[in-house]
């Protein structure tokens, strides 16, 4: 058939959903009006590690509005069947109320149960526990690690051994938290042996699967809705145990029940970006060529459950490097188990190696984006395949032009303005945006209007508008006439909201069923003896603003209202698919990025403050500019917390977490946030996907943290390989 003109696609529109936004329309997880709904809080663990000897609840029963309090001691014993199928990590997950076991600080021990928020969160406080206390294991330095999983291609020791520049330094970065602006909550059901939640999920498909398995019930008698998501960053990617609580306090009390976490709450009730301590040793030539690579990681898990991440692919596959050596090493600690955040592994591993290419251009004295040239490989040395897009030399030219970066001196120390010293950095940047099999629904109604469902998620990416604006242009039809449905594991399934594959998987669903229904149509009309299409070919037919007409001759056609009315036909429908990257893989298929940055360092006290930020990205076609960019801004300043602000900090004495508030916890604020801006270079990866993308959402925040560091050492020729760069380390 002929392809369809684009209007949609590629246009800087606004949100479908903003009014319902900034209106207050749009309801949150805490904020479906439920009926008889009663209101739990839960009872935090005081210890890091024991266990529950007593649970005192008299002074909390005896609290007006309190109606029961849960705890291990008659919670009824939950099935807790094994869940291949989750978004969980490997390892025994928690199983909340089930045992008197407390692995972590605020593990979750009792929860309350109220007519009224304040008074289960009152009744919360008067829960008196005993425990058994003893000392948890949560430094990362004394604790013993897992056996490594390792990577290994030529001799890297003794490449090492001949190389003429030798390098071994150490990175350390900080456990990070995601802080959405909407804190975790669930309201749940239950209808007879159905279960409906309304929660705060990236994948209403994975909590539907884990509450399935924890309750033994088959999956089609749980229900999970989720229409709005106030910001996740991957904090959202599992089910969580306070969903757990809400659905057993529900069944026992028989009555609808809401958790909310506060805000503290988020520090243990959900999960984190691990601290990693980052060992590289670098050799190369005196030209800069890179001859081996020795990587050793190590990251906290928790005792019950072992995550991990894409931490070794970067150093696999990003520079050309003959001798490569990787060693991942997961270290068990007393904590709650953590979970993937912005850029997960890439982020952090850009820190790592971006940091030492700019030692060594340094040392060397050659430019930083010449050093990287000279290692540019020509294909994915981890297993030989071609690249399916690789324009990382075009991020580099693009981004020196307009950051201006001719204008930088590599003499560190030499760019003052006023006290302040000044320094530019860069960095390169590299993701692997996942593809996943998803599917989609879409329905032209008579009246020329569409819906199209999809159970996928939307935190903010602006899944709502980039989706209708697929259907759209597959369809033939304005904006204004389609409507796009997600968060309800009722509609087709789709994978997890996060590592950015919900527009390559999700969208390419979404644009096989409405070409479908398209199809349809183009075939129904010129079937019908009665159109002014009949005879025509189908391959010759377009659809614009809901009207059919022959390529060439627009004079020449009928509307979608028109041709389903002649035949007595209230809709067309179809379901839609995408299965998945080809198995096995016949590209390499990756997303780039280069990332310049100017910072101002007080000379005196040692503050950073970013001035201008340019990230310039190889990420296939864009569907939304307007959304892109605002992607681009928000990984951007992401990275500038994980750079200069952004640390969680343990006691390791009892575990407790610190500064479990955005009042310690420091994220940026808009004083922080200079001068940001993104360029997305055109192009598309049909080798990809049927739409050619491959999201923007995490690449946008890897080598930010690196470039911002980078600038550091130009500016104060001080090199700093922790996380975040605080003005301690700079005096």
Same mark, same amino acid.
């Given at each position: ?6 209007a ?12 319902? +936004? #900034? ?5 949150y997880?805490?904020?479906?009006d #439920?009926?008889?709904?009663l ?14 000897t007593s ?5 909390a =029963? ?7 309090v849960?705890?291990h ?21 928690l199983? $909340?109320?089930?045992?008197d076991?407390?692995l ?12 009224t ?6 009744g919360?406080s ?10 948890p294991?949560?430094?990362m ?6 056996e490594? %999983? %390792? ?14 520049v030798r ?10 938290h995601?802080n ?15 279960l409906? $939640?309304?929660?705060k999920?990236q994948w209403?498909?994975?909590t539907?699967?884990? @509450?399935?398995? &924890?309750?033994? =019930?088959?999956?089609?008698?749980v ?7 106030? *910001? *996740?960053?991957?904090?959202? @990617? ?5 969903t757990v609580?809400a659905a ?5 009390t ?24 980052y060992?590289l040793r ?7 060529r890179? !001859? ?27 520079y050309?490097?003959?001798h &490569?050596?990787?060693?991942?090493? +997961? ?10 955040m912005?850029?997960?592994g ?8 971006e ?8 040392r ?25 897009t ?6 580099y030219t ?7 970066w001719?204008r ?12 302040r010293?000044?320094? @530019? ?5 590299v ?12 329905? =032209?109604?008579a009246?020329? %209007?569409?819906v199209?469902?999809?159970?996928s ?14 259907a ?12 796009f449905?997600?968060?309800?594991s009722?509609?087709?399934q789709?994978?997890?909201h ?5 527009m390559?998987?999700?969208g ?24 002014p ?21 627009p ?7 028109? @041709?389903l009315?002649r ?11 995408y299965?998945?990257?080809p ?34 990205y ?24 994980? !750079? ?16 479990s ?5 420091? $994220?940026p ?7 940001? +801006? ?11 996907d049927p739409?050619?993308?491959k999201?923007?959402?995490e690449i ?25 760069? %605080?003005?301690?380390a700079?005096l």
């Amino acid at each position: 058939m002929s392809p369809q003109p684009r209007a949609a696609v590629g246009a800087p529109l606004s949100r479908v959903d903003g009014r319902l +936004k #900034v209106t207050g329309q749009a309801l949150y997880a805490a904020e479906h009006d #439920v009926e008889g709904v009663l209101h739990a809080v839960i009872v935090d663990s005081g210890i890091g590690l024991g266990r529950i000897t007593s649970v005192g609840t008299d002074a909390a =029963l005896a609290h007006p509005g309190v109606l029961r309090v849960i705890s291990h001691r008659d919670a009824p014993k939950l099935p807790y069947r094994d869940n291949p199928g989750s978004n969980n990590p490997q390892g025994r997950r928690l199983r $909340v109320f089930q045992d008197d076991k407390v692995l972590f600080h605020g593990q979750p021990v009792a929860v309350v149960i109220a007519t009224t928020a304040e008074a289960a969160q009152h009744g919360a406080s008067l829960v008196e526990v005993g425990y058994d206390a003893r000392r948890p294991s949560t430094d990362m330095r004394r604790a013993t690690a897992d056996e490594p %999983t %390792t990577y290994a291609r030529g001799d890297a020791e003794a490449g090492l051994r001949d190389a003429a520049v030798r390098m071994d330094l150490t990175y350390r970065m900080a456990r990070n938290h995601h802080n959405p602006m909407e804190p975790h909550a669930t309201i749940a059901r239950w209808d007879g042996d159905k279960l409906t $939640v309304w929660d705060k999920t990236q994948w209403v498909v994975g909590t539907q699967t884990e @509450l399935s398995t &924890v309750f033994g =019930l088959p999956m089609e008698s749980v229900r999970v809705i989720s229409p709005f998501v106030g *910001g *996740g960053f991957g904090s959202g @990617l599992r089910c969580w145990p306070h969903t757990v609580v809400a659905a057993l306090a529900a069944r026992e009390t028989k009555r609808p029940v809401k958790v909310v976490l506060s805000r503290k709450q988020q520090y243990f009730g959900t999960g984190f970006r691990p601290s990693y301590e980052y060992r590289l040793r670098l050799g190369s030539d005196r030209r800069g060529r890179l !001859a081996a690579a020795v990587h050793e990681m190590d990251a906290e898990t928790s005792s019950y459950e072992k995550f991990e991440e894409a931490i070794m692919l970067a150093g696999q596959m990003f520079y050309s490097t003959p001798h &490569v050596s990787q060693a991942y090493r +997961k270290v068990p600690l007393d904590v709650n188990t953590p979970i993937w955040m912005r850029g997960p592994g890439f982020a952090n591993a850009s820190f790592a190696i971006e940091s030492a290419m700019d030692e060594l251009a340094d040392r060397l004295r050659i430019d930083p984006i010449e050093l990287r040239l000279r290692n540019e490989p020509s294909e994915d040395e981890s297993n030989g395949l071609p690249w399916s897009t690789r324009r990382l030399r075009e991020c580099y030219t693009v981004g020196a032009r307009e950051f201006g970066w001719d204008r930088r001196n590599p003499k560190p120390r030499s760019t003052r303005d006023g006290d302040r010293l000044i320094g @530019l950095g860069m960095a390169a940047a590299v993701y692997d945006p996942g593809r996943a099999p998803a599917q989609a629904r879409a329905r =032209l109604d008579a009246d020329g %209007t569409a819906v199209v469902e999809a159970a996928s998620s939307d935190m903010g990416p602006g899944t709502y508008t980039s989706q209708t604006q697929v259907a759209a242009d597959a369809l033939g039809l304005t904006m204004r006439a389609v409507t796009f449905r997600l968060g309800d594991s009722l509609y087709p399934q789709t994978p997890p909201h996060g590592g950015s594959m919900t527009m390559a998987s999700v969208g390419s669903a979404t644009l096989d069923a409405c070409d479908k229904v398209r199809r349809q149509a183009v075939e129904l009309a010129v079937e019908d003896e009665r159109s002014p299409l009949y005879g025509v070919r189908a391959e010759d037919i377009v659809v614009r603003s809901g009207r059919l007409h022959v390529q060439g001759d627009p004079a020449r056609g009928e509307t979608y209202q028109r @041709l389903l009315a002649r035949n007595n036909l209230t809709r067309l429908e179809a379901d839609g698919s995408y299965t998945g990257p080809p198995d096995p893989e016949r590209h390499s298929y990756f997303s780039y990025g280069a990332v310049f940055t100017e910072v101002a360092v007080d000379a005196t006290l040692g503050l950073v403050r970013v001035r201008r930020m340019l990230g310039v990205y190889d990420v296939g076609r864009i569907v939304s500019p307007k959304l892109a960019d605002s992607q681009a801004l928000g990984g951007m300043v992401g990275g500038i917390g994980q !750079a200069l602000l952004e640390q969680t900090v343990t006691d390791h004495r009892d575990g407790r977490i610190v500064n479990s508030g955005l009042a310690d916890y420091l $994220v940026p604020v808009n004083a922080d946030i200079p001068d940001l +801006k993104a360029i997305y270079l055109e192009g598309e990866d049909m080798r990809a996907d049927p739409l050619g993308v491959k999201g923007v959402g995490e690449i946008v925040q890897v080598g930010v943290a690196s470039a911002i560091a980078n600038a550091v050492f130009n500016a104060t020729g001080r090199r700093i390989r922790e996380l975040p760069i %605080t003005a301690e380390a700079l005096l």
